[in-house]
Every structure is written in C-alpha cells, then in structure tokens.
C-alpha cells in the first residue's frame, strides 16, 4: 500500500503553493487596481486643468477680437479724419496768397474815415 503521509504532505504543498500564488495574483491585482483609479483620478483632474485653461483661453480670445475691432474702427475713422486735413501743398498755396494780399495792411471802413476825419481836421483851411 501507499503511504498517505507523503501524498498529504504532497497535497499540502499544492495548497500552500496555489494558496501562496493565489494571494500574489490578489495583492497584483489590488495594485493595479490602485494604480487604474489613481490614473482615472489623474485624468480627471488633468481633463478640469485642460478645460479650465480652454475657457480662460476663449475669453482672451473673445476680448482680443473685441480690441481689434475697436482698433479697426479707430483706424477708419483716423483714415477719414486724414482725408479731411489740409495738404502741404494747398498751405504753400494759401501762404502766397496771403503774401500775395498782406491782409496786416488792409483797413476797416471806419479806420479809413478816421483817417480822413484827422487829416482834414490837420489841414487848415485857406482863408
């Protein structure tokens, strides 16, 4: 007959190594686990920080648009204003005339009769 002790002993071994290998698959899969929902939890975070910084990104965006085009109304209107302006030549124009007339020499009505009432009052009359 065969003795039982060896094939206990034997049987016993198996246990203990597939009860051994079993824990080691557990304590694996706990860790990776672990390791899964720290990176879901890292993701989320990472997806918030991503988002955050597109909206931030967006609103910057809506107010640099905004500044160009308050940018390109200025400039229109200045393009507009400019047309208005005098050019250099119409002012050369305008001195020569000016030069041309002396308008410092010109005289009011009234400083003409003024004038002619003080020189008949100088002349004396012939008598």
């Given amino acids: 007959m065969v003795d039982p002790q060896p094939q ?8 203990s190594d ?15 686990r672990e390791r899964v929902l720290l990176l879901g939890k890292n993701l989320i975070s ?32 200045l393009l507009t204003e400019f047309n208005k302006f005098v050019k250099r030549e119409e002012i050369g124009l305008i001195e020569r005339m000016l030069k041309d007339f002396q308008p410092l020499e010109f005289m009011r009505k009234k400083d003409v009769e ?14």
């Fill in 46 to 77: 990472s997806r918030q920080d991503i988002e955050e910084n597109l909206r931030e990104i967006k609103r910057e965006n809506q107010t640099i648009k905004q500044d160009v085009e308050k940018i390109k109304k200025v400039s229109n209107s």
């Fill in 114 to 127: 003024e004038l002619i009432n003080k020189e008949i009052k100088s002349v004396k009359p012939i008598s």
């Fill in 18 to 32: 597939f009860n051994t290998r079993l824990r080691d698959l557990d304590e694996r899969n706990k860790l990776i």
């Fill in 8 to 15: 206990d002993n034997q049987i016993k071994f198996l246990l």
